[in-house]
């Protein structure tokens, strides 16, 4: 089985819909990927090049849209 991308749980429908019952931004579970893709990199000595929180997922995107 594959792993999802950062990217392709900000596109996955399934975890939209979850996001959305939750009342849980998109920018803000970005940035929480973000910032969990960040820590472990470091605890395993990877050097990681500094890139905005939420790349993909614009702060203003609604996710009732979906």
Do not use: K, W, Y
């Amino acid at each position: 089985m594959n792993e999802m991308t950062a990217s392709d749980m900000l596109r996955d429908p399934l975890i939209r819909q979850m996001l959305r019952a939750d009342r849980i931004s998109l920018a803000s579970f970005a940035t929480l990927l973000d910032t969990a893709s960040r820590r472990q990199a470091r605890r395993a000595g990877e050097s990681v090049p500094p890139q905005p929180a939420a790349p993909q997922a614009r702060s203003s995107e609604a996710l009732s849209s979906v």
